[in-house]
């Protein structure tokens, strides 16, 4: 959903290097967790699925010049250990064919990791809430969506955009503009998350150990 679709060269090298060197740091977090935490078989194949999924969903444009990204599907069934490594290898993955500069593969992990993150801890915190999957699940999403587009709007004013000679506040007014179409869309992945969570709570319940 939220992803920085600007062209290499668009961030200074050091912006494009400090985001790089950010996620690189979150990558070795999670895989020095993972040496430590003991993870089945199952989970692995489960993320590499989930992974070949949000690679997929991830190219497919719907009207709007929007996509869909599954990040929060990623944080609910992988949690926020595996969820890093998953939008990581998806990013590396898009960039290879065109879709992103490899100088914002750094800065699109973290857009992603947090909407990773923020759908899992909400996900998990609605449960004391409400016991329906699929108001969990939606919550979850929208909420992970949200932030991620907040995210993506301070990286890019932070960073700033090279040979563009827009003030600040009109960057952001043309970036909520942009925010405010991604979370149409984000209704759209909440109710499409919401039914998938749904189900496989009804076929593997075994798949949203909690």
Do not use: C
Request: charged content about 10%; overall charge positive; aromatic content about 10%.
């Amino acid at each position: 959903m939220a992803h920085i679709h600007l062209e290499d060269g668009s961030f200074t090298l050091f912006w494009a290097a400090a985001w790089w060197v950010v996620a690189l740091v979150l990558i070795g977090v999670a895989l020095f967790l993972l040496r430590f935490r003991r993870t089945d078989n199952k989970k692995i194949i489960l993320a590499a699925f989930v992974t070949a999924a949000a690679f997929a969903v991830f190219q497919v444009q719907i009207p709007g010049g929007v996509h869909l990204n599954l990040t929060p599907l990623i944080g609910i069934l992988t949690g926020p250990v595996l969820g890093p490594l998953i939008v990581f290898i998806v990013n590396i993955l898009s960039a290879a064919i065109g879709h992103g500069g490899w100088g914002l593969v750094g800065a699109n992990v973290l857009v992603n990791f947090s909407e990773v993150l923020i759908a899992y801890a909400t996900f998990r915190g609605m449960k004391r809430m409400t016991p329906d999957l699929f108001s969990q699940a939606g919550v979850a999403t929208f909420a992970g969506l949200f932030v991620g587009n907040v995210m993506m709007i301070v990286l890019i004013l932070v960073s700033g955009i090279q040979g563009v000679s827009q003030t600040q506040s009109q960057i952001l007014a043309g970036l909520s503009l942009v925010a405010a179409v991604n979370m149409g869309a984000a209704i759209i992945e909440a109710f499409i998350t919401g039914f998938i969570v749904a189900y496989i709570g009804k076929i593997r319940p075994d798949m949203l150990d909690r």
